[in-house]
């Protein structure tokens, strides 16, 4: 979820438009909104933020392990194994962490670019490529998926722990694992969601706007 690519700017002002002619302006709507979509819903993305996601669960899994040998150990020794365990798990997990909270910020941005873009007017021939239903399913599923396998893993597996058997820091170690899958996931369903939201919204659900377009420095409709 890195911000390699620059995002294309919002739409000129109506004042300053200065398309030639309808089709012109058509023509460069569909190619920004193909590269807001793809920038928001590709397949890419969604396993970009499944690798931040299990960088973190590495992470939280060296802490976990950490965790265990501070409640396990008896020596300096061990104490200090522990501690470097953690350091390297919150090595993994801040970057991460950063990352992610920088790609929810970075699809907020194009969010608005596609209310911006997609508001100009309505094409429905060129609209049909960006609805991407494939992708939106794969996001909307297999996020799904790991909200589910992240709540069993949150709440079932803590709840079937005994103390005689299992320790307090194996048990943080699921919950925090778990936590991490539910949120992972959690941002999935919600891209999902948001980008059939704006398919019905804007492609489908709104009236064309009466196109304004500035020609030779005059507006006309």
């Known amino acids: 979820m890195s911000r390699r690519a620059q995002l294309p700017p919002p739409p000129p002002p109506v004042e300053i438009r200065s398309w030639p002619d309808r089709e012109a302006m058509l023509t460069d709507?569909?190619?920004v909104l193909g590269e807001l979509v793809r920038a928001h819903v590709a397949p890419g993305r969604l396993a970009m933020l499944w690798l931040?996601?299990?960088?973190?669960a590495l992470g939280w899994l060296l802490?976990?392990?950490a965790l265990m040998t501070f409640e396990e150990s008896y020596?300096?020794?061990s104490a200090g194994i522990g501690v470097i365990i953690a350091a390297m798990g919150v090595g993994c997990m801040v970057p991460a962490v950063?990352?992610?909270?920088?790609?929810?910020?970075?699809?907020r941005r194009i969010r608005r670019l596609l209310d911006a873009w997609g508001g100009l007017d309505r094409d429905p021939a060129r609209d049909a490529a960006l609805r991407m239903p494939g992708a939106g399913t794969a996001w909307l599923v297999m996020s799904f998926v790991l909200c589910a396998v992240g709540l069993v893993?949150?709440?079932v597996v803590p709840a079937a722990a005994t103390a005689e058997r299992d320790s307090y820091s194996l048990v943080a170690l699921f919950m925090g694992l778990g936590l991490v899958a539910w949120l992972v996931g959690l941002i999935g369903v919600v891209k999902a969601f948001a980008h059939r939201r704006w398919v019905r919204r804007v492609l489908i659900g709104a009236p064309a706007p009466e196109p304004?377009?500035?020609v030779g420095g005059?507006?006309?409709?």
């Open 52 to 56: 931040w996601g299990s960088i973190c």
């Open 98 to 107: 950063v990352l992610v909270v920088v790609g929810l910020r970075r699809d």
């Open 153 to 155: 893993t949150c709440f």
């Open 75 to 77: 020596d300096v020794i």
């Open 212 to 214: 304004l377009i500035s």
């Open 218 to 221: 005059g507006a006309h409709r």
């Open 63 to 65: 802490v976990g392990t």
């Open 29 to 31: 709507r569909a190619a």
